[in-house]
Structure formats: C-alpha cells, structure tokens
C-alpha cells in the first residue's frame, strides 16, 4: 500500500502514542498528524506536525483531512470501560457520533484505508469464556462494550455498503511502559508495574483469580500495522478481528512482577469493575487473524514482565517516573 499521509485521533492515549511513533518511523515525522483533545502532546510526539481534533465534530476532522491530504486514518479516540460506565453519554458520544464523523469523512474523501479499534468488551456473560469463538454470541453489559459491537457492525455496514476499506482488532488489555491507559477496566495490569518499582506494593481493583486476555504494546503495534497492511484479498473478517497474546489472572501477574522484586506486595480490593471484568472473557481463540493475515505474538508473560521492569526501572532510577 502507498501510503501518503496518516492522521491518528487520540494519539496522546495509551496506544496512540506509541502507534504515532511507529508510524513515523515507518512512513516520515511528517507523513503522520497526531491528532490531540484534551491532552496536549506530549514530548515523544513533538517531531512532527499535531493539529486538534474533536472527533464529535465532523467539521474538525475535515479541517485536519483537507489541511493534510489524509488517506488513511487510524481512529483511536475513544472513552474506554470504567469511564464509560461513570459517564455513558460521554462513551457514546465520543464513539458513536466520532466514529460515525470519521466513516463519513473517509467516505466522502474516498481515503484508502481506516483503522478503527474494537475490543474483548463487545463480548459479555453469555459469551464462552475459554477460547472465545471468533463469531459469537455479543451481548456487552457496558456501555463501552455497547459502543464497540456497534462500531464493528457500522465499519462492516460502510465496507458492504460504501467500499470504505475499515479494518479492526478486538483488542485485549494492552500492557505498556510509555504512557498510561485511560480509564479502562485492565489498567490494573499496567498500574501494578509502575506501582510495584515505585513503592514495592499495590492495591489491586480486582480479585486475585481474575484471568484477563492481554497483550504487551509491541504486539499491539505489530498486529495494527500488519491488519492495516494485509492485502484485502485474504481478508475474509474486518472489523472484528479475536485477537490476544496471553492470559494470566491478576495473582499470577503479581507473582511474575515478584521473581524480579522479591519484597514486593500486592493486595486485592475489587470495586465496580470487578463486574466488568467477570462479564468478559479469560482467553480468546485467533485462530482467525493467524488464518488470515499471520498474526503471531512475541510477548508471552515472562518476556513481558521483564521488559516493563526494565523501561520502568530505568525511567525510575533516571527520577522520570
Ligand atoms: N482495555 C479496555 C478497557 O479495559 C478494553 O478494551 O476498557
């Protein structure tokens, strides 16, 4: 694919950043605009141009499509679980009416490609919990969940209907040392590492047995770039993908962070979204995504720990964290 100029909503986020780094390696600092709300950009995303985009307005995407000359996007803007259920009308504005402006806009600009992320949440209490099925049951209890089964039905409704190539992952919890997540239910599983360099304890807000779906940020870029980059000939999915690199609960997160900080110690006081994390499922089948594009992980829970601790430890000892 020739890609001549990307823009990434929500680049300040936990994975926009990272993403809007990668991307510029890939492609040029300046073929990459980082879209920001609320938060400004942040150092890591000062070598190229950032331009403000609210994505409920769709006069403000197109401001920034037509400056630039956009051809793809990738749309990672969005109220993540926790915030969502405090706040279910800001969730559905910001990704709802957001992804709706953004599928318009690339309609209307003819763009070649779009990138818009789902998640393990469009899964809920009916859904298998083991291995979960690529094509099953989607009946979310949370409004962020609500949001991501609709979104995938609308990105697959303007690929039918309108040829506008939209492509996405169901995103597992994403485990990451550069910036933190916003507001999600698995943000535990990056709290505890920064926690656990900082001052040797956590408190965790879920139960010790929780099994989660996760994956290392590495991965997370890897499998985004390759999705993006797959010819749409193999692509039988779209908008759906299964995807993970690893399960583990919260105790074995804890006891892995421990074989590198002996004295450390994590305690467990569930809040609300205990429930939302019982709603979700333990692991996932990807057999799809392996089927249709190769996706592979290189990050399982060892090789993961290690490198958090490393980063984060550095950041520490440099007085960066
Ligand atoms: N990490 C997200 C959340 O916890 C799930 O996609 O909300």
């Not at 679980?81 to 953004?102: C, D, Q, T």
């Amino acid at each position: 694919m020739e890609t001549k100029k990307i823009l990434v909503t929500g680049a300040v986020g936990q994975i926009g950043s990272e993403l809007t780094v990668d991307l510029r390696k890939r492609y040029g600092n300046d073929s990459i605009v980082a879209g920001y709300h609320k938060k400004k950009p942040t150092a890591m995303l000062l070598n190229g141009p950032s331009e403000l985009v609210d994505v409920t307005k769709k006069e403000s995407i197109e401001r920034v499509v037509e400056t630039y000359d956009i051809d793809t996007v990738y749309h990672m803007a969005a109220v993540l679980s926790a915030v969502g259920e405090k706040n279910p009308s800001l969730a559905w504005g910001v990704n709802m009416n957001g992804l709706y402006n953004i599928l318009e806009v690339a309609r209307e600009h003819k763009m070649t490609r779009v990138f818009c992320p789902s998640s393990i949440a469009v899964f809920g209490p009916e859904t298998p919990k083991e291995k979960t099925p690529q094509e099953t049951v989607l009946r979310p209890r949370t409004m962020y969940g609500v949001t991501k089964v609709a979104g995938e039905m609308l990105c697959d409704y303007y690929f039918r209907k309108f040829g506008v190539d939209v492509r996405g992952l169901r995103y597992p919890g994403i485990i990451s040392s550069e910036t933190l997540p916003g507001g999600g239910t698995t943000d535990y599983a990056v709290e505890i590492f920064y926690e656990a360099v900082k001052n040797k304890k956590y408190t965790c807000f879920v139960k010790k047995g929780t099994v989660l779906p996760m994956m290392y940020m590495p991965d997370c870029i890897k499998a985004t770039i390759e999705l993006m980059n797959a010819p749409l000939s193999s692509l039988r999915h779209h908008s759906d993908f299964n995807i993970t690199a690893m399960s583990f609960s919260a105790g074995e997160l804890a006891e892995e962070i421990k074989k590198h900080i002996p004295d450390f110690v994590c305690e467990y006081r569930p809040d609300f979204r205990q429930d939302i994390a019982e709603s979700w499922p333990r692991t996932i089948d990807d057999s799809a995504a392996r089927k249709e594009w190769g996706w592979k992980p290189d990050y399982d829970l060892p090789a993961m720990t290690a490198d958090m601790l490393e980063k984060l430890k550095k950041r520490y000892e440099e007085g960066k964290l």
